[in-house]
T-cell receptor, first 115, second 113 residues
Framework: AQSVAQPEDQVNVAEGNPLTVKCTYSVSGNPYLFWYVQYPNRGLQFLLKYITGDNLVKGSYGFEAEFNKSQTSFHLKKPSALVSDSALYFCAVRGSYSSASKIIFGSGTRLSIRP | DAGVTQSPTHLIKTRGQQVTLRCSPKSGHDTVSWYQQALGQGPQFIFQYYEEEERQRGNFPDRFSGHQFPNYSSELNVNALLLGDSALYLC????????????FGPGTRLTVL
């Protein structure tokens, strides 16, 4: 069965410091991985995805994520955090084994950037 | 170019009633997916529509049904509402059913009393 875990409910980082939001997954076949961000009272916004190719994926707003197959992880990173990055972040995964596999979202990590 | 739109933004119903939520996809998109997001949780996949047919379905009872129209817009219907159906209902559109990213609407907040 597919699953995705975001082990941290909340991550607190000072502005200007690097940030990491963790995500691990379990799927059949090769994973298709996504990160989304959700601001208060808004829908989810797409940040980046990994389908195949380079393990380091660059996305919107200066975010990047590193795919690690051996550790089944897809952590979201940013070299220098901004206060405006404060939001709820979701990792999502879909397996490639079956075309009927569904996208599964993690429970979310609340990122708080202090000035 | 309008993004994904949903209506209404808020809705209050009582137990046992029925509700219909509506979604218009982003221009050029032909696939619509519906999600339920309970407070403090990630979105849970309800179902996906493509070419006016339900293509995939999550672990939701038959009380949840949907429809896609020829213009790609979609409706989510929930019958016999339960208190536990209170949530933010998100619609997402994409191009095809492959792994193109989904664009989400702002959601409809449903409260069941």
């Amino acid at each position: 069965a597919q699953s995705v875990a975001q082990p941290e409910d909340q991550v607190n980082v000072a502005e200007g410091n690097p940030l990491t939001v963790k995500c691990t997954y379990s799927v059949s076949g090769n994973p298709y991985l996504f990160w989304y961000v959700q601001y208060p009272n808004r829908g989810l916004q797409f940040l980046l995805k990994y389908i195949t190719g380079d393990n380091l994926v660059k996305g919107s707003y200066g975010f990047e994520a590193e795919f690690n197959k051996s550790q089944t992880s897809f952590h979201l990173k940013k070299p220098s955090a901004l206060v405006s990055d404060s939001a709820l972040y979701f990792c999502a995964v879909r397996g490639s084994y079956s075309s009927a596999s569904k996208i599964i979202f993690g429970s979310g990590t609340r990122l708080s950037i202090r000035p | 170019d309008a993004g994904v739109t949903q209506s209404p933004t808020h809705l209050i119903k009582t137990r046992g009633q029925q509700v219909t939520l509506r979604c218009s996809p982003k221009s050029g998109h032909d696939t619509v997916s519906w999600y339920q997001q309970a407070l403090g949780q990630g979105p849970q996949f309800i179902f996906q529509y493509y070419e006016e047919e339900e293509r995939q379905r999550g672990n939701f009872p038959d009380r949840f049904s949907g429809h896609q129209f020829p213009n790609y817009s979609s409706e989510l219907n929930v019958n016999a509402l339960l208190l536990g159906d209170s949530a933010l209902y998100l619609c997402a559109s994409s191009l095809g059913t492959s792994n193109n990213e989904q664009f989400f609407g702002p959601g409809t907040r449903l409260t069941v009393l």
